[in-house]
């Protein structure tokens, strides 16, 4: 089985200045925390880090846009998806008053957990900076662990205090579940893509679904885990034999890219996904997958599920 360590944080800040997000404000934490991350931990201030002599060994490449390894059997990959997943409040309240409490989740992926001093620091200078397009300013206030096991959040760093190292927990811990019959609850879109296509309800099955899960699975414990081999092709042909019955619907949004001047369509499913069959080879994913997302932007929240036994 693969091992990856993992931990999911909550951050609790105080609104100082009236707030405003977008309707799912993942993408917008994501550009926030960049920009802070890399004016923390850049020495070269390059504008560009293609080219830099450090890219390979800066805190803000190793976390925020890591280089696929020269030696690495992907090297051709275009992206290497990084070793983080940032999860905003639920889409629904959008404006906060100043004293109001905000908060939200990121996770941490293998050897990012030993740069959690860095990232909250990044975090805390990213929210005193401001956020939303009036750049409305909150204090970080403090940093919790996330339990797995239904335990109070552990408290890691409030204002004054050193960043505690968080026990993470090991995918391995995860694989244990009900085989036979799961249900994913979607809480953020789920945008997975075929020839160039994002799926539609319709369009959905089961091999799609849990060949992009075991892709993602797969890609991550390469970069940040230890990695064993799997037979894709015969793990392909099990998913073809497992039943998906979905009660989905079509979720239109779109984000503002600075990069591209332009609005981006980030729209994509919701709803509950049924899977009936022999599930015992993709527990383990479908559980790592309920902190890790699946599909395209997951990086800023999207593709967010949580299972339950289906009745």
Request: with cysteine; proline share 8%; glycine share 10%.
């Amino acid at each position: 089985m693969t091992e990856l360590p993992v931990v999911r944080l909550r951050f609790e800040a105080e609104v100082k200045q009236p707030l405003a997000i977008p309707y799912y404000g993942g993408s917008m934490l994501r550009g926030a925390f960049g920009h802070a991350l890399r004016r923390l931990a850049c020495m070269t201030r390059q504008r560009d880090c293609s080219g830099c002599p450090l890219v390979r060994s800066c805190p803000y490449t190793r976390l925020f846009a890591p280089p696929p390894p020269s030696d690495a059997p992907l090297h051709n990959l275009r992206e290497v998806p990084p070793p983080y997943v940032i999860e905003a409040p639920a889409p629904g309240k959008r404006e906060w008053q100043p004293g109001e409490r905000f908060h939200f989740h990121m996770v941490l992926l293998g050897p990012a957990l030993a740069e959690l001093a860095l990232v909250v620091e990044a975090w805390r200078r990213a929210l005193a900076a401001g956020l939303g397009r009036n750049r409305s300013r909150l204090d970080l206030q403090q940093v919790y662990r996330e339990a797995d096991d239904g335990a109070p959040p552990q408290l890691l760093w409030q204002p004054g205090e050193y960043v505690e190292t968080p026990k993470p927990m090991s995918i391995g811990e995860l694989g244990e579940g009900q085989d036979g019959c799961l249900t994913l609850c979607l809480r953020t879109p789920l945008r997975l893509q075929q020839r160039g296509r994002i799926l539609s309800p319709d369009m959905l099955d089961a091999r799609t679904l849990l060949t992009a899960l075991l892709r993602r699975h797969s890609l991550l414990s390469q970069f940040y885990g230890v990695s064993q081999a799997v037979d894709s092709a015969a793990l392909a042909q099990q998913a073809s034999q497992v039943s998906l019955h979905g009660q989905l619907y079509w979720s239109d949004w779109h984000r503002w890219s600075s990069r591209q001047r332009q609005k981006m369509g980030m729209g994509g499913l919701l709803g509950q996904i049924t899977l009936q069959g022999q599930l015992t080879p993709f527990l383990q994913a479908l559980h790592w997958g309920q902190y890790t997302h699946i599909g395209k932007n997951a990086s800023f929240g999207l593709g967010h599920y949580h299972l339950q036994a289906a009745a």
